[in-house]
């Protein structure tokens, strides 16, 4: 017999969803959805027992996003479209309810920059651009806020790299320059608060790379500059792999970039 008194049906909405994450990364994909769907009936019962109290609409635009993620990884762009636009709308009227929940409003970010990476990964970069840059408006907010805020800064620098990814695709290298370069800002300074946090290290390293791709693609005058931040994130990735401290995807970074410093030294010469 299923509970049916909120507190109750709320603890059986985060079993299920901590059922599917598992799956997620332990098991099948299929089996990480029929927990995740099974989360969003227990969200939608919380809803119906409780249509006032924001935890319902939270617990169901946790579910809708999961199932996303999960329709993401299965390939299927438009159903994760369809689940994170659904998300986004839970989460843009809880953060109308209360402008000042961080956490709310945190939480419309990450739904901008959801729909982002699908519609960049779909080709639609105008409309991955207007979503990142959403999402973007709200992270300099909430930085602006707390500059001590080591989570929020780095949602900043995360925003800066994602608008300036799809700013190159679309061949606008000055503004993906920028981008970028507001991006490394904010992660050296958070590498230089804390040096032995692997992941902010890592985050500098992409920051750094990003910009050095771009600046290649500006030709000979700035491939220079660009040798330099290759060798810049090669200095920070090979004590990070001697300390065996990178992921096995990291790891192959430091061959990848050392390949592009060995072509930009050969063709300057």
Do not use: C
């Not at 609409?57 to 199932?67: C, E, G």
């Not at 080591?150 to 790299?161: E, F, G, I, K």
Request: no cysteine; net charge negative.
């Amino acid at each position: 017999m299923e509970p049916d008194w909120p507190d109750a049906i709320d603890a059986q909405f985060w079993f299920l969803i901590t059922q599917g994450d598992h799956a997620f990364y332990h098991a099948t994909l299929d089996e990480a959805f029929g927990h995740l769907k099974a989360a969003e009936a227990v969200a939608q019962r919380l809803l119906k027992a409780e249509p006032d109290v924001p935890r319902s609409q939270r617990d169901l635009s946790a579910s809708y996003s999961k199932i996303g993620d999960v329709q993401s990884a299965q390939g299927d762009l438009p159903a994760a479209l369809s689940s994170y636009k659904e998300d986004l709308q839970i989460a843009q009227k809880l953060a109308a309810r209360d402008p000042g929940n961080t956490e709310w409003q945190r939480d419309l970010s990450l739904s901008y920059n959801r729909i982002g990476d699908v519609q960049r990964a779909q080709g639609e970069l105008p409309a991955a651009l207007s979503s990142y840059k959403e999402a973007l408006q709200i992270a300099q907010k909430l930085a602006a806020r707390d500059p001590g805020n080591a989570q929020w800064q780095r949602d900043l620098s995360v925003s800066y790299n994602e608008i300036g990814d799809v700013q190159s695709a679309q061949s606008e290298l000055p503004a993906a320059l920028s981008s970028y370069k507001e991006a490394i800002q904010i992660a050296q300074k958070l590498a230089a608060r804390d040096p032995g946090n692997a992941q902010w290290q890592t985050d500098l390293v992409i920051s750094f790379w990003k910009l050095a791709v771009v600046l290649e693609q500006q030709g000979t005058p700035q491939k220079r500059e660009a040798g330099a931040k290759y060798q810049r994130a090669l200095e920070i990735l090979r004590p990070l792999a001697v300390e065996n401290r990178l992921t096995a995807e990291q790891t192959t970074w430091i061959a990848r970039i050392e390949a592009r410093l060995k072509a930009i030294t050969e063709n300057s010469q």
